[in-house]
């Protein structure tokens, strides 16, 4: 149970399938694409890099991690490949 005081008190309680999790957003649609690019991990990758250098941004990172289901993104394993939406998919639809 969350108390009162917790920093959670304030989360929203969403629903993805039949699971509850507490987030302060709803996950973005990640059907595959066909302007999808491919990025294989390699040795010094960041998530947030990864972000800049393919969306252009770097605190897009989180949509590298929800288009591949990273929970902790701090370490990623070498030959890893990722699968990243066009920027102009996330220009138009996630921030527009």
Partial sequence: MIGPDSRYA???LYLDGSQEFIGT???IDTTPRPDDVFHTVVEGDRIDLIGYRYLGRAELWWVVCDYNDIFLPLELPVGQVLRIPSSD???MRLLG
């Fill in 10 to 12: 304030t989360c929203v």
């Fill in 25 to 27: 957003r709803q996950r």
């Fill in 89 to 91: 998919h996330v220009q």
